[in-house]
């Protein structure tokens, strides 16, 4: 048996022992937020639903944006953020690009297949589609 043969042989063998990567097309693609302008409150009423898509408190995805709009608002018993002030949805829609891009996506292969794991003080994004753990800045 020649060395090559004996390397394709170990690198079969090599990778029936690796774990099957699962890539969910469906879990890639999120809902639009449905933004609404009531008076002088911005609601976000599928939020909740939202939240659970992106596997990822209510409470601080909330404290996320109303940090970033510098806006007062809370989480109803619907489900929706309601955020005192009037605000685009482009503007809003743009804040959650940027939790997402910073507290969802796994940074090594890109999967919005994640979980936040609080350590102490430490803030991590675990990725359930390739196994990287990527540190965060608390929120």
Known sequence: MSTEEE???????LYSKLPERVQKVSGQSLPN????????NTIIKNFSEYCDRIRREDKLCAKFILKELAAPGNVDENGQLVIQGKFSSASINKIMERFIKTYVQ?????????????????WYISCLACGAKTPVKPL
Request: contains cysteine; hydrophobic residues 40%; positive net charge.
């Open 33 to 40: 937020l449905i933004i609404l302008s009531i008076g002088n």
């Open 7 to 13: 390397y394709i042989k170990l690198l079969d063998r």
């Open 106 to 122: 796994c940074s090594t292969c890109k999967s919005l297949d994640t979980v936040l794991i609080k350590e102490k003080k430490a």
